[in-house]
């Protein structure tokens, strides 16, 4: 069953104990982010914040964030329960990913019950957040779905793309011409000498952040692969100032025009990337002119908090868990490499880091996969680090990879391939700033690495080693074992 609006998802969440109101008085100015961190530190519920600080009456009173926080809260957007396994919640988005029901347009909806143009608008009426202490500014921008359109095939997309309030009606955004697709749409208006028409989406069903903040391939409209998970079409209304439609029920619009002319353009960031570490330094950045805002009556603001931290993480580090690897196991499906069992993106690294489970059908086959992964548009921040392992080791246990790592690999024998030099994240700290000048290189460069840990097939079979490559493991004889399991009571062991 899809979730109409982000209203009956709350809903939701509450029935499931996966909601807490929160309604004592917080601040928007450091406090709320400060929470929200704890929180995700203790893989708790999301939060609805009901009294923020300067805003008890108003435009807009309550925030709300961490709402796919949690893999417990994933499984239950995409209409699973909450323990479902990793692997049939990845192959299930592998295969919806695929999938369209195209969107419709109906003359209107709840997101026009309040249209503001002129000088009427002003971002500063929400609760926005100084999320963390460091950021530049407000970041208005952080779950929202920004929906642009190619101005070639009409097709629209949505991404994440994070902004930050510049003036009351300007709002300077990480756009990188070429790099996501939002990116490539500018390039197209900006030859064409006409600013780009934009519309940010703040609060609507899940489904919106999950696909918004993944790499649906290019060409492909986001709103019709929503209407796929969603099993019935997205009901999008016209916005009222650029040619762009969003969700008939979604909280708040933002409307606006963003011009390739550096004269217009707005100082952004530092922010507090999903890296965990504060970004960059304060860049002038292309920036959205605010034509209009339309939003429900009482709407719901809805932020999320950026970044991991050693051993805990955010809303991103969970969508990208299962979405990273369902994207990337559609990649070696595409690419034709046989033998894929299992892909398994660690939620700390966000897709940084990509273990794969194989079944070995020649050597050279983790270099293929990692080829295949790294040559792909969906690489642009992710599999840094592909970890490629067999069958016999399960690619999500950090203490099955890391015993492969350390027994199987052979560095000097092709076991660590660097790949320098290719794209990759403007946004990682471990790059020297040269390599991530997006003004003079177009995107991030990153020297990225395989580590393979199957068994070579250099290593001749040995009839000493029961005709394999490598020697026995110290597991016992399966007669042994089956003989110790029968008697396990009798040693008194039977509590282990
Ligand atoms: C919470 C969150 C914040 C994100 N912020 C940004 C961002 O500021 N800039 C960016 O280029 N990508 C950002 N991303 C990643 C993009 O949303 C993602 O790469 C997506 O594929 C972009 O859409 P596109 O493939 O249609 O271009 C973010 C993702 C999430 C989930």
Redesign the pocket.
């Known amino acids: 069953m899809p979730f109409v609006d982000l209203r009956e998802w709350l809903g939701r969440l509450d029935k499931e104990g996966e909601l807490r109101r929160i309604t004592a008085e917080v601040d928007w100015d450091r406090e709320i982010g400060a929470i929200a961190r704890r929180v995700l530190e203790k893989k708790g519920p999301a939060l609805l914040f009901e009294k923020i600080k300067g805003y008890q009456t108003g435009r807009c009173t309550k925030l709300v964030t961490g709402v796919l926080g949690d893999r417990r809260r994933l499984a239950l957007a995409l209409g699973f329960p909450k323990d479902v396994p990793n692997r049939e919640l990845v192959q299930y988005v592998m295969q919806k990913n695929r999938e369209k029901i195209a969107a419709v347009v109906v003359r209107t909806g709840p997101v026009k019950e309040n249209i503001e143009r002129g000088d009427r608008i002003d971002q500063a009426e929400f609760p926005v957040p100084k999320w963390h202490f460091k950021e530049g500014g407000r970041y208005i921008h952080?779950?929202s779905a920004i929906v642009t359109r190619d101005p070639d095939t009409r097709v629209m997309?949505?991404?994440?793309?994070?902004g930050m309030i510049g003036k009351k009606n300007t709002t300077p955004m990480?756009l990188?011409k070429g790099?996501?697709?939002?990116g490539h749409h500018f390039v197209k208006y900006s030859e064409r000498g006409q600013p780009m028409p934009v519309a940010c989406v703040i609060g609507w069903d899940p489904i919106m952040?999950f696909l918004?903040?993944?790499?649906?391939p290019a060409g492909v409209c986001?709103w019709d692969v929503m209407g796929a998970y969603r099993g019935e079409p997205a009901e999008l209304v016209r916005c009222e100032t650029v040619d762009l439609d969003v969700p008939a029920t979604a909280e708040i619009v933002i409307e606006g025009l963003i011009h390739d002319d550096p004269s217009t353009w707005e100082m952004e960031g530092p922010f507090g990337e999903?890296t965990g570490y504060v970004s960059d330094v304060p860049t002038p950045r292309p920036t959205m002119q605010i034509t209009c805002i339309t939003h429900r009556n009482d709407p719901v603001f809805q932020g999320?908090l950026?970044g991991t931290l050693p051993g805990s993480y955010s809303?991103?580090s969970v969508?990208?868990s299962t979405q990273r690897a369902a994207i990337a196991w559609n990649i070696l499906n595409g690419a034709g490499i046989p033998g894929i069992r299992d892909v398994w993106v660690p939620p700390i690294t966000n897709g940084v880091n990509i273990h794969v489970q194989i079944t070995k059908h020649y050597q050279g086959q983790p270099k293929q996969i990692a080829a295949a992964l790294w040559g792909a548009s969906a690489a642009?921040?992710r599999y840094k680090h592909v970890v490629v392992v067999e069958e016999d080791i399960d690619a999500s246990s950090y203490e099955q990879v890391d015993w492969a790592f350390a027994h199987r690999v052979n560095a000097g024998e092709g076991g660590i391939v660097v790949f320098p030099g290719g794209f990759g994240s403007p946004i990682d700290p471990s790059t020297p700033l040269e390599d991530r000048d997006v003004a003079q290189l177009g995107t991030g460069l990153w020297n990225r690495v395989l580590i393979d840990a199957t068994r070579s097939w250099k290593m001749p079979k040995r009839p000493e080693w029961d005709n394999e490559r490598f020697p026995p493991t110290v597991r016992p004889a399966p007669e042994d074992e089956a003989r110790v399991r029968a008697r396990w009571q009798e040693y008194g062991l039977g509590d282990l």
């Not at 997309?157 to 994070?162: K, S, T, V």
């Open positions: 952080t779950f997309n949505a991404g994440i793309y994070r990480l990188m790099g996501q697709h939002w952040p918004a903040g993944s790499p649906i986001e999903f999320c950026e809303e991103n969508m990208s642009q921040y």
